[in-house]
């Protein structure tokens, strides 16, 4: 007889930011996770599943809060979430309390705080095996013992305690009321825990408590510290910075060319495949040039982003970030802003829509609005894939110093220049639009440690399949709309006048072989350009080359602009549909070579060169093609107010840089 599972009891994971709680969630939960939203807050709820005995646990991963006196909106969750206050989410059966070691004193703050709400507490303990390297171990018996509470020291990533900790859980639960507020309620009426009381007093509590439990240390200057006066320093901390950015973008550029050749031929591959399986038609082009084509381009460059996002998450690990926000906090502050804006811009780098939820952390209003609007100048991972295009085409691959390259030069620089532009505005807001004073910056420093593979492996996972998801609907959805609007309408003027130009090649008795095969391939690709023109896609470009002729770029790059307006990597994808369907012979060009390639018929010059190439990735640097960044901003600041005003503004600053660049440029190439 099968046994009847009782249902999953809620138990909420509360820490401080950097604690190990996050760590402690991957390593309790697996793969068994769920991301979203809280209903009707833009704060990301992580949920897992945990089996204890007999016992069903959903763990609840809440945001990192030192405090339960709320000023962001994420500790306002972990307050409300406490206290059964969020709407639709059903009251908690417990807490799972993380602190580390290595802070326990600052950390326990926390703990008296929710220890006085009267649900379950066990307390894990992370990184005693660090604090036991610093000579300040953790004596988890006495401490479980003067807290009355289970105590069990972890280590996530190498899955010690998590056994134990499951039965403090179920245990723990399973308790009379009575006893779970025992330590509570005793505390309260000794008068030291009372929620009144101020932080002083807590403290003082607290030190008794850890003086008991916890050795005193070294007053010696320990590695961590010796490491930080370098990484932490004004000027060699910058220096090192850019230094680590630099390898990053070198090896993001360099280390992917291997997966992204292999991917580049199985596209063709792929293609060739629907080739030998359906007759010439509008359903093999569909698929050819439309589907296989327009989202093989983009997830070609699957292994940059993928790359990019592994060193993101292995500084992040590793507590790197956290110093490059202290760091910062100096320059952010001359920007009118503070440190902890520094982060939600770093995590611009993936993307600009997290990184946006990111500022939910920035107490004051005036700093989140600010960063918002700031964040998506930085450049993110759906640029990617326009910058690599562009430089792979255009930007020769010398060395510049050791393994450092011009290509890995140029795309270093094209993100260095968007967190410039992102500070600078930043500065302007805050001067104008947004007037006022950042607030002060605090910000515990994480220790040093081994990244978390585990953690980091996930991370990939997660934003490798995000991007892939985008790339089955967005991008599918608007490639195949954009193969319909480049292949119709047909014109029946073109084909006759083509077809009797073929007539006179074939009836030329002059021509050898050769040279008649040659000529015929010659007209087909006029044809099959003159058809692209003739489409509706090739209307609306030959509509808006005007405008932005005077930035260097055609009717075909406007076909992309348009095409990019709703993610910013459908360019890759659309340019690839675009000259494959230029290509009346059906052969998979390399879209490089295309372009390369692609002289305009009226002027008789090449379409792209290096001056171009650079202003287009200027343009994609500096303006907004990105729906979903639009959308989250609405969605954060709850008006159309602030995310029509980022549209026009990051508009108006790519079309006069472009414009001024390209013009400069022009004058100077010629010269």
Known sequence: MTAIRKPARRIALVGNPNSGKTTLFNALTGLHQKVGNYPGITVEKKTGTLEAGEQLLQLIDLPGTYSLRAAS?????????????????????????????????RQMFLLTQVAELGLPVVLALTMNDEAQRHGRPVNVKQLAKALALPVVAVHAARGTGLQALGQALATALSAPPEQRLQ?????????????????????????????????????????????????THPFLGILVLAVVMGIVFQCVFTWAVPLMAL??????????????????????????????????????????????????????????????????????????????????????????VPAIMATRTIPNKRDRLITMLVVPLVSCSARLPVYALMIAAFVPAVPLFGSFTAQGATLFAAYMLSLVAAITFAYIFGKTVLRGTPEPFVLELPPYRWPHWRTVLTTIWERGKLFVTQAGT?????????????????????????ESLRAEVQGAASLTPEQR??????????????????????????????????????????????????????????????????????????????????????????????????????????????????AVVKRETKSWKWPLFLVSYMTVLAYVACLAVFQLGSRIWSM
């Open 73 to 105: 909106e994420d500790e306002r969750v972990v307050r409300d979430a406490l206290l059964g206050q969020l709407e639709d989410e059903a009251p908690l059966d417990a807490v799972l309390m993380v602190i580390d070691a290595t802070h326990l004193e």
């Open 183 to 231: 330590w509570a309620a005793a505390s309260a009426s000794r008068g030291e825990l009372s929620i009144e009381l101020d932080a002083r007093q807590r403290f003082a509590w607290i030190s008794r408590i850890v003086s008991g439990v916890q050795q005193a240390g070294s007053t010696a200057l320990s590695v961590s510290d010796r490491v930080d006066r370098v990484l």
């Open 263 to 352: 991917i580049e031929r199985g596209v063709g591959l792929t293609r060739g495949l629907i080739s030998g399986l359906l007759p010439a038609g509008p359903l093999h082009d569909l698929l050819a040039n439309g589907v296989v084509v327009g989202v093989g381009a983009v997830l070609m460059f699957l292994p940059q982003i993928l790359l990019l996002f592994l060193f993101i998450a292995i500084l992040e690990d590793s507590g790197y970030m956290a110093r490059a926000a202290l760091l910062m906090n100096k320059h952010m502050r001359r920007a009118g802003l503070q440190g902890r804006s520094f982060i939600p811009m770093m995590c611009g780098f993936g993307c600009a």
């Open 474 to 498: 967005i991008i599918l959805a608007i490639n195949i709309i954009l193969w319909f609007l480049a292949s119709f309408p047909h014109s029946a003027r073109i084909a006759e006048h083509y």
């Open 517 to 630: 095969t040659l000529r015929l391939d010659a007209l087909a690709n006029e044809e099959a350009g003159a058809n692209l023109r003739n489409s509706m896609a090739g209307r609306l470009g030959m509509a808006l080359e005007p405008a932005i002729k005077p930035l260097g770029f055609d009717w075909k790059i406007g076909i992309g602009l348009v095409g990019s307006l709703a993610a910013r990597e459908v360019f890759v994808s659309t340019m690839a549909t675009v000259y494959n369907l230029g290509d009346a012979k059906g052969a998979a060009q390399p879209l490089v070579t295309a372009m390369r390639s692609d002289v305009d018929p009226r002027t008789g010059k090449p379409v792209f060169n290096l001056l171009v190439s650079l202003n287009l990735i200027l343009f994609y640097i500096l303006a907004c093609q990105c729906m979903s960044t639009v």
